[in-house]
């Protein structure tokens, strides 16, 4: 068959040949580009597997600490220091306004008083149950309930509330950093439920 030359070609045919030219010669710098690019990856990939090897963590519940604590601060109008105390007080089934005061004593910059916490409805006074007439203390029922929601968060046993009426965060007319927890919330739901899932064994 003769072949036919260039300058014999209509103008239509001569950039429907050179359109055509481009076209194989940019599929063949893709595919050179590829290659090199899995070449690259492959090396690299094998260099970090001989380097560094990544031993799963058999705890991280405090992955979303952060998250957690803010959610619980914002939901019951705690303070840092108050949550602190609370957590402290947590597993203690019975103490003293002297066992408070030297459990808190590191808190001086910020102390928060006994007096205040009851007021508060934190920690509840238990009276006349000791025979020398001193008075004892401990966690309120609805702070034990919260402080377990929180552990069971922690843990992922128990998703973040993602609605306005039980989450703070989620309402309408938040600031910028209160909508940046908001989506590591919902994450940490998504993160937690995966997680989970991957964890069943049949």
């Known amino acids: 068959m003769h ?6 070609f209509t103008a239509e045919e001569r950039k429907y040949y050179l359109d ?3 076209r194989i010669y940019k599929e063949s710098l893709n595919r050179k580009f590829e290659k090199t690019q899995k070449k690259r990856i492959k090396k690299t ?5 001989k380097n560094y090897i990544h031993v799963e963590p058999k705890y991280d519940f405090l992955k979303f600490w952060r998250v957690v604590r803010k959610f619980m601060m914002a939901e019951n109008q705690l303070t840092e220091s108050e949550l602190d105390i609370l957590l402290r007080i947590y597993s203690e089934p019975f103490f003293t306004r002297t066992q408070y005061n030297r459990w808190t004593m590191h808190y001086s910059w910020t102390r928060v008083k006994l007096s205040t916490m009851v007021e508060k409805g934190y920690i509840s006074e238990l009276k006349n149950i000791n025979k020398n007439g001193t008075t004892t203390y401990q966690i309120s029922y609805t702070m034990t309930r919260k402080i377990l929601s929180m552990y069971k968060k922690l ?18 007319s938040i600031n910028v950093t209160n909508r940046k927890y908001k989506k590591e919330m ?3 739901n998504e993160y937690y439920k995966l997680k989970n899932k991957s964890d069943v064994t049949f």
């Open 186 to 188: 919902i994450y940490m």
């Open 3 to 8: 072949r036919r030359d260039l300058k014999d």
């Open 45 to 49: 990939t094998m260099t970090i597997r």
């Open 20 to 22: 055509e030219q481009l």
């Open 155 to 172: 843990n992922g046993l128990e998703p973040m509330a993602v609605t306005a009426s039980s989450n703070p965060f989620f309402i309408k």
